[in-house]
């Protein structure tokens, strides 16, 4: 059965970039792929988080995976640390990873130029632990945003690049994935660009109807179409993107229409956007503080996901720590 990889960094709320990006895949996958599903703790170090906040950052992404519908029956949920194997995995990695290559890559670009002053060999090596964390299962496929393309690029470059050195087949090429379907920006409603956690224009699981809507009516858009079929600016796009994933066919059409006949009223657009959006999320907010409150399921849960992850993780380090050529005495 092929083999299904992802994860999400232990960086606060899950948001609806989170969501629709990766998260409402993992559910979709599990009943049909042998699956690994995990918290990054070591990917959010990069931004050095207070140690009293740490263990937190993680209870809250697990305790939101598993009131999302994430299955510990189907699915192994484990945390990144817990798997000793992907640190070993990511040192041997890092020899055939090479600066110019890695210096390149779009996200390491963009967080240079917003924290010069944090500009760390992590996050330079991100995309070789996140290529450690795919390939020490041999996941063929990886459910994630359209934002870690480039990522997925790396670790099937690096996979190649092992595979041939040492002459074996080791690791097969993971292919970033979402149902036959183009990967997904979710925008933020600021005007421009995705939605992320460090843009501070999430929406998020854990947000109440109250909070959703006084977000949604914030949204940045324009003074309204003035000659019928124009071109939407990008803020009203992204209202509209936005739109085209939580809402109904009709719904979409019935305020495409209105935009192109210059009749759109975006109060109107955006009070059905935060009552759609809260369709989606509203069951999944009322399961997060009860999931979050029983420690012993959680951690019922997290020694079941490691010792799946750990019996994956260690055969493959056993093949490749043999190609690389350590032997025992
Ligand atoms: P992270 O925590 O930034 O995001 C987790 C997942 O959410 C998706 N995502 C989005 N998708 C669409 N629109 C958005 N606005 C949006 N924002 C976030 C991301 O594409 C991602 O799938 N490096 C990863 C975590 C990671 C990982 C891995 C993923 C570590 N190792 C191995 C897959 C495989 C990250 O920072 O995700």
Redesign the pocket.
């Known amino acids: 059965m092929e083999i299904v ?5 232990s ?1 606060g709320h899950l ?1 609806l ?2 969501y ?3 998260l409402r895949n993992y559910i979709k996958m599990q009943d049909e792929y042998n699956c690994y599903f995990f918290i ?1 703790d070591l ?1 959010s170090l990069t931004t050095h988080p207070h140690p009293d906040d740490f263990h937190s950052g993680v209870k809250t992404i697990l305790a939101e995976y598993l009131a999302s519908g994430l299955d510990p029956e189907k699915s192994a949920i484990f945390i990144q640390s817990d798997v000793p194997e992907i640190v070993e995995l990511y040192v041997l990695l890092n020899m055939i990873a090479y600066k110019g290559e890695l210096e390149r890559t779009a996200s390491f670009k963009e967080k240079v130029r917003k924290n010069p002053d944090n500009v760390n060999a992590g996050l330079l090596t ?1 995309p070789v ?2 290529a450690a ?2 390939l020490v299962h041999r996941a063929h496929k ?7 393309e480039q ?1 997925l690029e790396i670790a099937r470059l690096l996979a190649r690049r092992f595979n041939n050195l040492y002459g074996v087949e080791v690791f097969p090429e993971p292919q970033a994935f979402n149902f036959g379907s183009d990967l ?4 933020g409603l600021d005007g421009s660009g ?4 460090s843009e501070g224009n999430g929406i998020y699981l854990y947000d109440d109807e109250k909070t959703i809507h006084k977000k949604v009516m914030k949204a940045v858009t324009d003074a309204g179409p003035t000659a019928p079929d124009s071109k939407m600016p990008e803020p009203v796009e992204n209202l509209f993107t936005l739109l085209k994933i939580v809402s109904d066919k009709e719904t979409v059409d019935h305020f495409t229409k209105a935009y192109n006949s210059c009749t759109i009223r975006y109060g109107d657009l955006k009070k059905q956007l935060a009552a759609d959006i809260c369709k989606h999320t509203l069951p999944i907010r009322e399961r997060i503080d009860d999931i979050s409150n029983d420690s012993d399921y959680l951690a019922k849960v997290v020694r079941k996901g490691r010792e799946k992850a750990r019996a994956s993780a260690s055969a493959t380090l056993a093949e490749v720590k043999r190609a690389v050529g350590f032997r025992s005495f």
Do not use: E
């Open positions: 990889l992802s994860g999400i960094r960086t948001h970039g989170n629709f990006g990766a990054a990917h991100y632990l996140m964390d795919i990886v459910p994630v945003g359209k934002d870690q990522h997904i920006k979710v925008p995705k939605m992320g956690k």
